[in-house]
């Protein structure tokens, strides 16, 4: 029996025992054994996807990305086109995103990590669950055979409320270590999420600045036109006003 099927049988149970007990105590239990069904298998399969290839993942896109970016630098430098500050600055953004990337994977490796921790310790709780809910189901069924006996009612009365102090008790402390686990897991891939967003913001667009001499490697000769060549003012017949000429010229 797997960890959801386990924690869905102990719900069930419970949730009977509770009826045949009839005291507020039972009742308690089986609402709590019921916010604490969940699926642990599930769990796992989503650290898988977490975690990158080289931690026992399925994740390849980080990895695959810096090698696109290495790639793509390499292109840059080689192609001739980008020169001086241009290309100093791309590298230098270059450089700051590949190391965010590294830090982002080993983020999302400690989440998937952590996810998969959180798996273990409900696969565990689902079964303490499930035999607390087979001892209330067994003490349910000897109190519902005992009730119709005045004597043996009184006596199992009392005896229930011992065994049902007992077992509250526990069930507060898995439901508080549940929430606990809960509530760090939450935080952590809420970071994740974070920081994430973060590093995709990391990398803006950078324009090349091109030299001369790459604009001459252009073969467009119209693209070294100077601005102002021949500047000066020139009469617009259609409107009657003069107007800045802005026929520029090589």
């Known amino acids: 029996m797997n960890g959801k099927d386990a924690f869905s049988a102990a719900a069930m149970m419970s949730l009977t025992a509770a009826v045949m007990i009839a005291q507020p105590w039972a009742f308690y239990v089986a609402a709590a054994f019921g916010t604490l069904v969940s699926n642990p298998e599930g769990m796992d399969d ?4 977490w975690r990158s290839t080289d931690q026992n993942g399925v994740t390849t896109e980080l990895n695959k990305l810096v090698e696109e970016l290495e790639e793509l630098k390499t292109q840059l430098k080689e192609d001739g086109k980008w ?3 241009a290309f100093q600055s791309f590298s230098g953004v270059h450089g700051s995103f590949v190391e965010s990337i590294g830090q982002l994977k080993n983020i999302r490796d400690e989440t998937g990590n952590a996810v998969s921790s959180t798996a273990d310790f409900m696969k ?9 809910a087979g001892v209330m189901l067994a003490w349910g069924i000897f109190c ?33 270590s549940n929430w606990k686990k809960t509530a760090v897991l939450a935080g952590i891939m809420f970071l994740a999420v974070q920081y994430t967003q973060m590093t995709g913001q990391m990398f803006p667009t950078v324009d090349p600045i091109p030299s001369e001499m790459s604009v001459l490697n252009t073969g467009d000769p119209t693209s070294m036109r ?16 003069l107007r800045p000429d802005t026929n520029l010229q090589v």
């Open 124 to 132: 565990i709780v689902s079964y303490i669950v499930l035999a607390i």
């Open 144 to 176: 519902f055979a005992t009730r119709w006996h005045p004597v043996s009612a009184v006596t199992v009365y009392g005896m229930s409320a011992a065994l049902g102090k007992a077992i509250l008790a526990a069930t507060k402390k898995i439901v508080a």
């Open 83 to 85: 020169e001086g500050g």
């Open 46 to 49: 989503s650290a898988t996807n």
């Open 226 to 241: 100077q601005p102002f060549t021949n500047d000066g003012l020139v009469y617009d017949e259609d409107t009657g006003q």
